[in-house]
């Protein structure tokens, strides 16, 4: 292959000279990000060395990925160029998580080495039926699950693999000895999740791990459409949507207005005080804010796969399709903030975060639960 492309190259080179050839270099360079990467390997145990038979490896919060075999080999197809978090998870075993970051297509090997699991150690555990234990329960499905119209049609199939405990401090915490399994009835998925981190407290929730979605089997063809309305609706107005909608610089088109905060040492007034009483965006308008359109926040990545979402100060976002609360009394509609204490985020064009960077958000898009969350390589297309 490299002969044949070093022939034709010396071939133009006799025919149309240095600037062409370079112009069809940089053309292959660009063909060549375009590839997909298949990635194989093996999973064993990392002490002993033992292959670890149909353990699952997958890209976390996807819908991407396979069993090992009966000897612990794995194969993934059809990977996109760039950076991939993938877990692996065996019953007995802690899930690991890894980031790969792949720049040319083709094939590559990744061993991943699994420890064995220990019993959680710190936690309260409660009886099945202890009157406790379900008065907390119940708020750790609630939190994870949601409250939206999609919630109602799902449930934990396994909550006995919940370890939840209630701190001095106040603190609702829980963690999984085994993957705990959510059944979405609305949107068509079985969510495999390790649960390394829960903690509410004050309304306000942490929580962290490895997601894995499985597609469910619809019963018959109604139900499949069913589901797919239901998808889209979830996607609407999301997180993904949102993203997606910046890289592709139609924000407006798609119902969301972005406003950027100015940086101190640019506003012209520091201290912007309300009118009659009411806090309105107005005032705070080329003081404090400005809008600002997806091409002012969106910057090429090192791969034709990568955009950067970048910003070094607070973003306050409006998904005007949608009614809700606001700090300000002419803009009633749904209202998210996102900060990056990195000052950017790696994205894909179509709205996967796939290097988070720490990103904070608060308001509608920090409610997000797993009632209406999508894997990140859902596609709106049909």
């Not at 597609?215 to 018959?220: A, G, I, Q, S, T």
């Not at 359109?293 to 796969?305: A, D, F, K, S």
């Not at 002419?330 to 988070?356: E, K």
């Amino acid at each position: 292959m490299r002969l044949i492309f070093c022939v034709e190259y010396l071939n133009v080179w006799k025919r149309v000279g240095l600037p062409c050839l370079l112009l069809l270099l940089i053309t292959f360079h660009a063909i060549a990000q375009t590839g997909t990467v298949t990635l194989v390997g093996k999973v064993t145990d990392e002490k002993t060395g033992k292959p670890l038979p149909f353990a699952n490896v997958f890209i976390n919060n996807s819908s991407i990925g396979t069993n090992a075999d009966e000897n612990g080999n794995y194969k993934l197809p059809n990977l996109t160029i760039g950076n991939l978090e993938m877990a692996v998870s065996f019953l007995g075993y802690e899930t690991i998580k890894q980031t790969l970051r792949f720049e040319q297509p083709g094939t590559k090997t990744v061993l991943f080495k699994l420890k064995e699991g220990m019993e959680l150690q710190g936690v309260t555990i409660f009886a099945k039926k202890d009157k406790k234990r379900e008065r907390y329960l119940k708020i750790v499905t609630r939190e994870l699950l949601g409250t939206n119209q999609f919630s109602k049609q799902c449930k934990l199939i396994n909550p006995e693999v919940l370890r939840i405990s209630l701190d001095d401090d106040g603190h609702l915490t829980a963690q999984t000895k085994s993957p705990l399994i959510i059944e979405n009835h609305a949107l068509g998925y079985r969510i495999h999740q390790d649960l390394d981190d829960f903690d509410y407290f004050a309304s306000t929730l942490y929580y962290g791990g490895s997601t894995r979605f499985e597609l469910l089997v619809p019963k018959d063809n109604a139900q499949k459409k069913l589901w797919r309305a239901n998808q889209k609706a979830a996607y609407q107005g999301s997180l993904k949507h949102l993203i997606a909608s910046m890289v592709s610089d139609s924000l407006q088109e798609h119902g969301f207005k972005v406003f950027q905060e100015i940086p101190d040492s640019l506003r012209i007034f520091k201290n912007v005080r309300s009118q009659n009483g009411y806090n309105t965006i107005k005032n705070h308008l080329h003081t404090r804010i400005e809008q600002v359109r997806g091409m002012r926040l969106v910057q090429p990545g090192e791969l034709e796969t990568e955009r950067l979402i970048v910003s070094g100060t607070r973003l306050e976002i409006f998904n005007m399709q949608k009614k809700g609360r606001s700090p300000y009394s002419d803009m009633g509609y749904s209202y998210t903030q996102i900060s990056f204490p990195s000052g950017y985020m790696v994205v894909t064009p179509q709205g996967w975060v796939v290097m988070p960077m720490g990103y904070q958000i608060s308001g509608e898009l920090g409610k997000d639960r797993f009632a209406n969350l999508l894997p990140a390589d859902w596609k709106r297309e049909d």
